[in-house]
């Protein structure tokens, strides 16, 4: 089992910049991917920024440029930097860990809210 737990939301305003943090413990050696998805409201969830089995990074066409993701491995924490935020960034953000036979863990969820 993999226990994910988000922080670092909350209310910004538009061009402004908020990190968010996931913290994973539990089974953390089995995680292949981690990554950051988001939920605006009426929408569905969709991919924010991730990191790769193999290490790399994809992500969403409407952050390149803006958020960067990134990991500090010794405090198994992914970290999602936002930078110049949009009113349309406005959602709920997940962190998701998937292990290596596709197993999928989900936090709770931190709400990003941008608005002036």
């Known amino acids: 089992q993999v226990q994910l737990v988000e922080s670092g939301g909350g209310l910004v305003q538009p061009g402004g910049s908020l990190r968010l943090s996931c913290a994973a413990s539990?089974?953390?050696?089995?995680?292949?991917?981690m990554g950051w998805y988001r939920q605006p409201p009426g929408k569905q969830r969709e991919l924010v920024a991730a990191?790769?089995?193999?290490?790399?990074?994809n992500y969403a066409d409407s952050v390149k440029g803006r958020f960067t993701i990134s990991r500090d491995n010794a405090l198994n924490t992914v970290y999602l930097q936002m930078n110049s935020l949009k009113p349309e960034d406005t959602a709920v953000y997940y962190c998701?860990?998937?292990?290596?036979?596709?197993?999928?863990?989900w936090g709770k969820g931190t709400l990003v809210t941008v608005s002036s």
């Open positions: 990191f790769t089995s193999g290490g790399s990074t």
């Open positions: 539990g089974s953390i050696f089995s995680i292949t991917t």
């Open positions: 998701n860990a998937e292990e290596g036979d596709g197993q999928l863990y």
